[in-house]
């Protein structure tokens, strides 16, 4: 990293829908893009014809370079990760494996990962040590920002100056992206929404209507709040763009692959078909969010109902029904 943070040349991992979405975002804004992905034929694809399955009918311009190799990403001045949270730790490591220490790694990934309870930067402070880590949400979906619909979003790290950089160099007129130095917030709100956003669906999948769906998504967002201030998170960027505006996009959008997970489940589906195949990460969020909100004595309903539901320790109605059971009080 230079000493001017002159971020010209830009790593993007994650061959996947958003990956692509961010590399293109990237060139747009002017840099130049070396874009890695795991799967084979997804890069002779771009090479060949300047498109990918993952984003149809966008063509990828040609200041992105693909390639299968992370020793290829060597001159890339920062990296953009955006793989799956539960996926972080083992493409940060490899790549630790292949390219030195001190470039920012920032990750799109909005979620905890299971087997530890961390956060992303956290994950990629312990699997690529010497590298600063930064954390880019807020509510944009692939495909809006591939076809160069306006979209804003958060970029936070701890170092402010840094994130400001960063959002600087990857900014464009459709693609505007805020800086924080608050990436405990971000975090919290990209992983809480998912969350909040299969209960929407499934108030939505099992008929209660549009005013269940305001209600299930108002208290949720008292949760997360709750949540986000015992882990030191700030009210404003829970109030901003990471978090009460990815709420309200994944929770009333059938584009929400969480949303469309809950509507499936509300709908009657199991739980091993409701996801039709593609990632919701709010699935694997929901039981530790609820189990961290356990272990720090904070009353989290709804993410505990939607963590048994996907468990198998609760029927879809038998959790909504305990939900509206729940003892009239005061509202906070």
């Keep these: 990293m230079s000493a001017t943070m002159d971020f010209g040349t830009i790593g993007v991992l994650g061959g996947g829908a958003y990956g692509t979405a961010l590399a293109v975002a990237a060139a747009r804004a002017g840099r130049k893009v070396l874009f890695w992905a795991r799967d084979a034929e997804i890069v002779a694809a771009i090479d060949a014809t300047r498109r ?18 992370l020793n290829a990403l060597g001159e890339a001045d920062a990296l953009l990760v955006a793989v799956p949270t539960q996926s972080l730790r083992q493409v940060c490591e490899l790549s630790a494996q292949a390219l030195p220490a001190g470039r920012p790694v920032v990750s799109a990934a909005k979620g905890i990962e299971r087997a530890t309870g961390l956060f992303s930067t956290q994950v990629i402070a312990q699997a690529w040590p010497g590298s600063p880590p930064a954390i880019l949400s807020g509510p944009s979906f692939a495909d809006d920002i591939g076809r ?97 505006g990815d709420v309200v996009l994944s929770c009333a959008s059938p584009q929400s692959r969480n949303f469309s997970f809950g509507l499936a489940l509300g709908q009657g589906r199991p739980v091993a078909e409701a996801s039709g195949g593609k990632l919701a990460e709010g699935a694997f969020t929901a039981s530790v969010l609820a189990e961290m909100a356990q272990a720090q004595g904070i009353e989290m309903p709804i993410a505990e109902a939607v963590a048994a539901i996907i468990a198998g320790r609760s029927g879809v109605r038998e959790a909504v029904t305990g939900l509206l059971a729940r003892p009239i009080r005061a509202e906070m």
């Design 52 to 69: 990918t399955p993952h984003l149809p009918g966008i063509a990828l311009p040609e200041a992105i370079a693909a390639t299968t190799s």
């Design 148 to 244: 160069g619909l306006p979209t804003a979003v958060t970029l936070a790290a701890q170092d402010g100056n840094l994130a400001r950089a960063l959002a600087e160099a990857l900014s464009s007129p459709a693609f505007r992206i805020y800086h924080s130095g608050d990436p405990r917030g971000v975090e919290i709100g990209g992983a809480a929404k998912n969350v909040l956003a299969i209960a929407a669906g499934i108030a939505i999948g099992l008929g209660y209507g549009e005013s269940a769906r305001a209600a299930l998504v108002a208290r949720g967002f008292s949760e997360l709040r709750r949540f986000g201030a015992a882990f030191g998170a700030s009210s404003e960027t829970l109030m901003g763009l990471s978090g009460l």
